[in-house]
C-alpha cells in the first residue's frame, strides 16, 4: 500500500462510491416524493484482500457501507436500499486483469 500514489488510491473511490452517489443524489428527491420509492444500489462481489489492492478493496467496502448508511437514513421514508452483489462483470477491464476469471457467470 505505501507504494501506491494516492491518486491510484482515490481513483479506485472515484470509480466504485461516487458514481453511487450520483446515482442516489439525483433519484432520491424522486423516491421521496413518492409513497413508495424504492432505490436498488449495485456493488460488485466482496472479494478477500489481496496484495496491492487497498484502494480497490477498500472502495467496494465503503460502496456497501454506503448503502447501509441509506437504508438507516431513508427506511422510514419508505425507501428501501438493496446491494446487489455479482459475479465478474465482462468487461474489458475485467478481462485484461482477470483472464482466468469465469466471465460468463457475471
Avoid at 481513483?11 to 439525483?26: E, I, M, V
Avoid at 424522486?30 to 484482500?49: D, F, K, N, V, Y
Amino acid at each position: 500500500m505505501h507504494e501506491t500514489p494516492i491518486e491510484e488510491f482515490e481513483h479506485q473511490f472515484k470509480l466504485n462510491l461516487r458514481p453511487a452517489y450520483l446515482l442516489c443524489n439525483a433519484a432520491l428527491p424522486r423516491c421521496s416524493s413518492e409513497a413508495r420509492g424504492h432505490r436498488l444500489r449495485l456493488r460488485a462481489r466482496a472479494l478477500l484482500p489481496f496484495a496491492g489492492a487497498a484502494g480497490y478493496i477498500a472502495s467496494k467496502a465503503a460502496v456497501l457501507a454506503f448503502v447501509d448508511a441509506l437504508a438507516a437514513e431513508y427506511t422510514w421514508d419508505g425507501i428501501r436500499t438493496n446491494a446487489i452483489i455479482p459475479s465478474v462483470i465482462d468487461t474489458p477491464a475485467n478481462r485484461a486483469s482477470q483472464p482466468d476469471a469465469d466471465h460468463s457467470a457475471g
